[in-house]
């Protein structure tokens, strides 16, 4: 249970702050004490580990995209949906650090969580193969097959995140998302 002076979620951002910069591995609860201008006792509190502070990370990362998702679905085109779900993931990640730091633990460590199933590609994979289904449905044409555009797609997308990651330019994220999708869907939709 959380004191007064020791809010959750200050918490839960100091030690947010070093997991998106950091290894899970190389982060400890003094770490997180320190970013957080607490006693370790105070962090101790809230987190008795440092994977219990990655867990409420990855639930946290987890509702950001199923929110990403859900606000997507309020496109009415499935191809609109797909660089809405990219722009709102860049937005999410330019404004979140939980959001980042839950996406470098499913990346680089979620063998450190086998009571959970952490695919990003896979639920990716499975939004953007539904919208590309639903086009096909409505009579658009595809340059190539449906699972060879939804690799196309995600991977794209995935990669585009890294560079970002890589280059640390969180705030271009929203726009070069949703380019990277938009260019990408010109190639395996036919539009014309």
């Known amino acids: 249970m959380s004191t007064e002076s020791t809010p959750r979620m200050a918490v839960l951002t100091a030690g947010a702050d070093l997991l998106a910069r950091h290894p ?63 722009r709102l993931v860049g937005e999410n990640l330019a404004a979140d650090i939980v959001v980042r730091a839950g996406v470098r633990i499913a990346s680089e460590s979620r063998e450190q969580f086998p009571d959970r199933r952490i695919d990003p590609f896979q639920t990716w994979q499975s939004f953007v193969r539904g919208q590309l289904e639903e086009e096909l449905a409505a009579g658009r044409r595809l340059a190539i097959g449906i699972e060879r555009g939804t690799w196309l797609i995600v991977a794209s997308g995935m990669g585009t995140k890294d560079l970002i990651a890589f280059s640390g330019d969180w705030d271009s994220a929203p726009e070069m998302l949703a380019q990277t999708a938009s260019d990408i869907l010109e190639l395996v939709v036919e539009f014309a």
Do not use: C, G
């Not at 400890?28 to 970013?35: F, P, Y």
């Not at 006792?41 to 199923?66: C, G, K, Q, T």
């Open 24 to 86: 899970l591995n190389s982060v400890q609860l003094s770490d997180v004490a320190k970013a957080a201008d607490v006693t370790l006792e105070e962090v101790a509190n809230d987190y008795p580990s440092i994977r219990r502070l990655a867990a409420d990370v990855l639930d946290h990362e987890r509702a950001s995209m199923r929110d990403v998702q859900r606000r997507a679905e309020l496109e009415h085109s499935p191809v609109r949906r797909i660089v809405a779900a990219f």
